[in-house]
């Protein structure tokens, strides 16, 4: 990985310098685009509106509008003179409960990695974030703008994460929040034993972009001139009607994760076979150990 940014991570009256990474990174096919008749390369200049004089990239400024309606136009000189924090610095504001920091706020994720000599201090707020269940809250600039971000620990590493603002998470305005709604005890319950059929520790390399797959499969098979999918690859239409008998439903459906011997409710979730795997190893390990103890004394 290359650093993108290198600074100070200030904690009180200490300093940890730091450099900055992106933790995350984009699989997606690259592809441009081009003419469908015939794949010619199709391109795009920067044109003065109403002629075809191209402007050069240096030369082209932002238009912004004043609150008066008025347009203004600013070049890379004049937003340059924008107080902004230019200290390379990440500043810790807070530490606040890792609960009360809804992950709607949460953005661009970012790597922190030791940059002085000795890691000491970097492991030491690493540790000391992780005993507390806490976030730090900090600010930062990036590419001339501030930014809120939250600090936390990923796999032993401080992880930057910026924050939306306040003004940039919309607040839901539906019809439905202001309506009384019914719902029945026996819904709820059969709802909640849904839930339980379905409960799984969260496994990330379990889970697949299966766009990205399928569009391989689609680029490989026009190169060889063969079709990619069959007619039995389609999936079934989804049914966008309302549901007529709702506890119904949730019945079959936990009937239908559960099995036939656990289509009671009542009867409890089965943990799912990998999980149940998982806990039959275990359990077998320590007789293991103590087998092998017995013999070799």
């Not at 932002?62 to 609150?67: I, L, T």
């Not at 890792?98 to 953005?107: G, H, R, S, T």
């Not at 439903?249 to 999980?275: E, I, M």
Request: glycine share 4%.
């Amino acid at each position: 990985m290359r650093s993108i940014w290198n600074g100070d991570l200030s904690f009180g009256l200490v300093n940890v310098p730091v450099k900055v990474y992106s933790a995350t990174e984009s699989h997606d096919r690259k592809s441009h685009q081009v003419d469908a008749k015939d794949g010619t390369r199709v391109r795009y200049k920067r044109v003065r509106e109403g002629t075809d004089t191209e402007v050069e990239f240096s030369n082209i400024a932002n238009a912004y509008e004043s609150e008066e309606g008025e347009t203004v136009i600013l070049t890379k000189e004049d937003l340059a003179t924008l107080p902004v924090t230019r200290s390379p610095e990440i500043s810790i504001l807070e530490f606040v409960p890792a609960e009360q920091v809804d992950p709607i706020y949460f953005d661009k994720p970012y790597y922190l990695e030791p940059s002085s000599k000795s890691p000491k201090a970097y492991v030491l707020l690493t540790r000391a974030l992780e005993s507390t269940d806490r976030l730090a809250i900090a600010n930062f600039t990036l590419r001339n703008r501030t930014r809120l971000a939250a600090l936390r620990v990923v796999d032993g590493v401080m992880t930057l994460q910026t924050l939306l603002w306040p003004d940039e998470v919309r607040k839901p305005d539906f019809d439905f929040l202001g309506s009384d709604v019914e719902i029945r005890d026996q819904e709820l319950e059969m709802a909640k034993s849904l839930i339980e059929t379905m409960a799984n520790d969260f496994e990330p390399d379990e889970y697949s972009d299966t766009y990205t797959e399928e569009l391989g499969k689609l680029i490989e098979s026009k190169v060889g001139g063969t079709p990619a999918f069959t007619e039995d690859d389609a999936p079934a239409p989804a049914d966008d009607g309302e549901v007529a008998d709702l506890l119904a439903a949730l019945r079959a459906s936990v009937k239908d994760r559960a099995g036939p011997a656990k289509s009671s409710a009542a009867q409890g979730a089965k943990p799912p076979a990998k999980k149940a795997a998982k806990k039959a190893a275990a359990k077998k390990a320590p007789a293991k150990k103590a087998a092998a103890k017995k013999a070799a004394s």
